[in-house]
Structures are given as structure tokens and as C-alpha cells.
């Protein structure tokens, strides 16, 4: 009888190995959904909302998480506006002199000159002329902060290589060296 056993329970091992490994038919799922996710068109109109789409777009007025926004516009009257009234949040604590001659430095000296002379590579090897000199110009925190936004004249925007402190950092750093250059 034992050999009898054993042989029904190699049989029954081996039968359910063959059932149990074919691959054709599909075992049993619990939550379809999860093992396969339903594809949907993130804008595409739904029906659980009854205004369609608009439940999906950002509430109106609304404001991106890390963009603050700049209220001056880019005009010359939104640059005067910031001459007049634009003064830097930065605290003591904040104020960085070695951050801000790096940036000044990798931003702004190939054309303003190391120390603000007018006096960069660019200008030298004369491929741009007429670079302000920070001494000749009438600047305040506001009007250097405005310009490094918005640009001015043949000076691009660097808004988008900056984020906000880092302009001020810069500003910081200019009005230095107009100091130096004022004595």
C-alpha cells in the first residue's frame, strides 16, 4: 500500500505542476483595476464635473509654489516706480559679500567690468560698446533690482538664471561697487 501511495503522490504532484505553470489561461484577479490601470486623457472632459474640464485648471489667481510674483511692470514708468519705492527684504543675516561677488562675477563682469567700470571682456575685445559705468548712473536698490529682471536697453532679462535672492545678492554687490568707485 505504500507503494501505491507513493506513486498517486508523485502523479498528483506532477499533474498539478503542469496545471498549475500553464500560462494560456489567466488566474484570478481580486481588483482588476489595480493590476491594470484604466488610461485617461488628463484634459480631456469629464462627467463628474459639470463645468467639463475646468475643475482641472489652477484656481484663478492662484499663485505657482516658489515663484514670487514681481509687481513692476516692464515700462518705463514700472521702471521708475521701482527707482522710487523697490527696497530689498534681504536682512543683515541674509547679506552674503563672497555669494554675491560670485554671481556679480559670473553674471554680470564680463560686461560691466570686474569692478564695475564699464570696463568687461566683452567691452574690451569690443563686441559690445557704450557698457554704463555704475559711477555715471543715478541707480537705487529698486532700479538695479528692475533691470536684472526686466533688462534695459541692450541688457537682456536674467530673471530666469536668478531666483530672487540671488538678485538681491547682486544688487548688494553693485551698489559696492558704485560706493567704490564714488571715492
Known amino acids: 500500500m505504500s507503494r501505491l501511495f507513493k506513486i498517486t503522490a508523485i502523479l498528483a504532484v506532477v499533474a498539478l505542476t503542469f496545471t498549475s505553470c500553464d ?5 484570478l484577479q481580486f481588483m482588476p483595476d489595480m493590476y491594470e490601470s484604466v ?8 462627467v463628474v464635473f459639470t463645468n467639463g474640464i475646468e475643475a482641472q485648471k ?3 489667481g492662484s499663485i505657482s509654489r516658489g515663484h ?15 527707482k522710487q519705492n523697490l527696497k530689498s527684504p534681504l536682512t543683515a543675516a541674509d547679506l552674503d559679500s563672497e555669494n554675491a561677488k ?11 567690468g ?21 559711477k555715471d548712473r543715478d541707480v537705487t536698490e529698486g532700479s538695479i533690482y528692475h533691470v536684472i529682471m ?12 536668478l531666483n530672487e535672492k540671488e538678485r538681491w ?15
Do not use: W
Not at 150 to 161: E, I, K, L
Open 39 to 46: 488610461a485617461g486623457e488628463p484634459y480631456a472632459k469629464s
Open 68 to 82: 514670487i510674483p514681481y509687481e513692476y511692470p516692464d515700462t518705463n514708468e514700472g521702471y521708475e516706480n521701482a
Open 58 to 60: 489652477p484656481v484663478e
Open 169 to 183: 545678492l547682486i544688487v548688494q554687490h553693485v551698489q559696492e561697487l558704485r560706493n567704490n568707485l564714488l571715492k
Open 23 to 27: 500560462k494560456t489561461k489567466r488566474n
Open 150 to 161: 526686466h533688462g534695459r536697453n541692450m541688457m537682456g532679462s536674467h530673471a530666469s538664471q
Open 114 to 134: 570686474k569692478k564695475g567700470d564699464g570696463q568687461g571682456d566683452l567691452v574690451k575685445r569690443e563686441k559690445f560698446l557704450g557698457i554704463p559705468n555704475y
Open 102 to 112: 560670485n554671481l556679480y562675477t559670473i553674471y554680470c563682469s564680463v560686461c560691466h
